[in-house]
């Protein structure tokens, strides 16, 4: 089976779902504000993650220190896709650049595209990639001043789906429905190296 490298999400017509992982002082803070507040650090890039299971896989369903609450955040679409069109991959494997070029872009831009193998809910690897988008600088300020719509705690429902999973019973039924992400231009698939 061929392996899939498109982003996975999901959305609707103005928004997409991205998943962040936090502690308990910065989640608290962000659900209240719904934006993140004074104990976000905005000189670090930060990462924002389409895929619910990856992200699980990660935080290892919010238990790793520092990544115990698990938010969902509705981001304007326009925003995304103006990440999109900016992304520069974190390795140069992109056909579009050469070498030098790849660092002289990678160094002048403040969004930058990761891609690592997508999880099931008991942590094996899938047949296709997650998407992760670092962003920083202007990229970041944009962000938190224009593209997010609602910030939502999911933790007391991954702490639920996790004691589920231990126990073999969660469903994938019972978590976020994700699909194909429109992605159609086509400098954009080739720059992030999308197949």
């Not at 995304?80 to 160094?107: C, H, Q, V, Y």
């Amino acid at each position: 089976m061929e392996y899939v490298k498109e982003i996975f999400a999901s959305y609707n017509r103005k928004y997409i779902r991205i998943y962040q992982a936090y502690n308990p002082i910065i989640a608290q803070e962000a659900v209240k504000l719904q934006n993140f507040g004074e104990n976000f650090n905005t000189n670090r890039m930060t990462w924002i993650k389409p895929s619910f299971l990856w992200l699980m896989y990660r935080s290892n369903w919010g238990t790793k220190k520092n990544q115990e609450c698990i938010l969902a955040i509705d981001v304007k679409r326009e925003v995304f896709d103006n990440f999109l069109s900016k992304a520069i991959l974190t390795s140069p494997d992109s056909m579009m650049f050469d070498g030098n070029e790849w660092e002289k872009k990678f160094r002048n831009t403040d969004v930058y595209c990761q891609w690592d193998t997508d999880r099931y809910f008991n942590g094996n690897p899938r047949n296709r990639s997650a998407i992760q988008i670092g962003i920083k600088g202007e990229a970041l300020s944009y962000f938190l001043s224009d593209g997010i719509h609602k910030i939502e705690d999911l933790t007391p429902s991954v702490r639920k789906w996790n004691e589920l999973r231990k126990k073999n019973k969660l469903l994938m039924s019972e978590l976020p429905v994700e699909k194909i992400y429109p992605v159609n231009d086509k400098k954009i698939r080739n720059r992030l190296d999308m197949k």
